[in-house]
T-cell receptor, first 110, second 114 residues
Framework: SQQGEEDPQALSIQEGENATMNCSYKTSINNLQWYRQNSGRGLVHLILIRSNEREKHSGRLRVTLDTSKKSSSLLITASRAADTASYFCATDERTDKLIFGTGTRLQVFP | ETGVTQSPTHLIKTRGQQVTLRCSSQSGHNTVSWYQQALGQGPQFIFQYYREEENGRGNFPPRFSGLQFPNYSSELNVNALELDDSALYLC?????????????FGPGTRLLVL
């Protein structure tokens, strides 16, 4: 079963614009991770934020976590065509499983 | 590149057959997790192996089985293949036998069951 839900399901923007995608989950977590997947290939880890953190940055990525709302957001600033991919959030939800959301498909046009 | 490799890259089988997929973990990692990703969906956890023992399992039937070797590489076996088993199968390696750390994914094996 997939507990997380990303929003929107698809997003199209122009190069240089910012892209924001959101993730909601259902139960308490130890951490939340964001992954990127190009064209149905392997996933690449982007960033991990722990439940006691509220914001984290990595290069052009900014992730926020609101445990009271059980939600997270991923912001990609100054997007590039190479950022075109599917983005997934994943939570451990205090179980022995890593549970992925359904993903946001991002298309960045040159 | 994560250092995690999977073989084969693509595979076509017919219903009822058996398949074995292989994964070599990143150097220094002792944990391998397997995921099934249907088209247009997120990956779903199948099971995890930590130091050669199964360490957690998702909602998959017993015909999905696995193995981890002393060098921490792993196999996923699926018996009595069904059409719905067609998917991208991903393995991920990590250190520590939990899901609380970064997982490093291989490129996947795309399985088509006819």
């Amino acid at each position: 079963s997939q507990q997380g839900e990303e929003d929107p399901q698809a997003l199209s923007i122009q190069e240089g614009e910012n892209a924001t995608m959101n993730c909601s989950y259902k139960t308490s977590i130890n951490n939340l991770q964001w992954y990127r997947q190009n064209s149905g290939r392997g996933l690449v880890h982007l960033i991990l934020i722990r439940s006691n953190e509220r914001e984290k940055h990595s290069g052009r990525l900014r992730v926020t976590l609101d445990t009271s709302k059980k939600s997270s957001s991923l912001l990609i600033t100054a997007s590039r065509a190479a950022d075109t991919a599917s983005y997934f959030c994943a939570t451990d939800e205090r179980t022995d499983k890593l549970i992925f959301g359904t993903g946001t498909r991002l298309q960045v046009f040159p | 590149e994560t250092g995690v490799t999977q073989s084969p890259t693509h595979l076509i089988k017919t219903r009822g057959q058996q398949v074995t997929l292989r994964c070599s973990s990143q150097s220094g990692h002792n944990t391998v997790s397997w995921y099934q990703q249907a088209l247009g969906q997120g990956p779903q956890f199948i099971f995890q192996y930590y130091r050669e023992e199964e360490n957690g399992r998702g909602n998959f039937p017993p015909r999905f089985s696995g193995l981890q070797f002393p060098n921490y590489s792993s196999e996923l076996n699926v018996n009595a293949l069904e059409l719905d088993d067609s998917a991208l199968y991903l393995c991920a390696s990590s250190l520590g036998g939990t899901h609380q750390e970064t997982q490093y994914f291989g490129p996947g094996t795309r399985l088509l069951v006819l």
